[in-house]
């Protein structure tokens, strides 16, 4: 458990960092189309690196977290709708420093819990050899969301993004495989993403 707090806070300790710098010297960037996705794609991947021995359950977590937030990052239209979530437009003029940091850093945090099923779910599953059936179940439902929201792509703006929420509550399901208290400790992750998916049908 020791090991799994010193592995999220140091992912933590990464995220912050790189926001507050794009929040000084680059704002623009920090709430940028691609800045959501490649945070998650950060997130996954600096809790796989600290594996000594990836499980295959710990393979699985990573390479949904990293497509997911590649799409995310490649399709330029979530963080736009995060954005309007929080507050942020990608196409305003760059705010004071001081709120450009404070909105950065809001930003990474809200992805931080966002993404902790996948940051938890890596760690813990490094001594978990075997994929399981309710991990299998997670790699469903998470195919599923991507499905969908590769359809909603195509259609106009300002209908919730159930297929971005059906992702994480797929990825929070496989994670859960690897331990009740990962479930227990992680659910406010597809709760978030939930809310950012109804906030997203005002957004146009």
Known sequence: MAIVLESVIANA??????????????????????AWGLGIVLLAGASWFQLAAPAPLANQLAGMAVAWGLWVAVSGRFTAQASGAMGVSADE????????????LGRALLLFLVA??????????????????????????????????????????????????LIW????????????????????????????ALRARSVR
């Open 13 to 34: 300790a990464i995220l912050l960092g790189l926001a507050l710098i794009l929040g000084v010297f680059a704002p623009r960037l920090a709430f940028g189309q691609a």
């Open 93 to 104: 003029t760059s705010p004071p420093i001081m709120q450009a940091v404070l909105r950065a």
């Open 116 to 165: 902790s099923p996948v940051q938890y779910g890596i760690i813990q599953a490094s001594s978990i050899e075997p994929v399981s059936g309710l991990s299998l179940v997670g790699l469903g439902i998470y195919v599923l969301g991507f499905l969908l929201d590769g359809l909603r792509a195509r259609r106009t703006a300002g209908r919730a993004r159930w297929g971005m929420a």
């Open 169 to 196: 509550w797929g990825l929070w399901i496989a994670a859960a495989s690897a331990g009740w208290w990962v479930a227990a400790w992680t659910a406010i992750g597809p709760i978030l993403a939930t809310w950012l």
